[in-house]
């Protein structure tokens, strides 16, 4: 299996609730993650 794992970036609350994010704050937090 060829399975990534990253960690997002900044701007998602470490139990936040996606529901409540806003789009831009998502596309940020994923362009920005980093390899664990």
């Known amino acids: 299996l ?3 794992v990253t ?3 900044h701007g998602l609350p ?3 609730d996606l529901e409540y994010a806003d ?5 940020r ?3 920005g993650r980093r390899p664990l």
């Not at 789009?23 to 596309?27: P, R, S, Y």
């Open 2 to 4: 060829n399975i990534k």
């Open 23 to 27: 789009e831009v704050t998502i596309a």
């Open 14 to 16: 470490i139990g936040g």
């Open 7 to 9: 960690r997002i970036a």
């Open 29 to 31: 937090a994923l362009e």
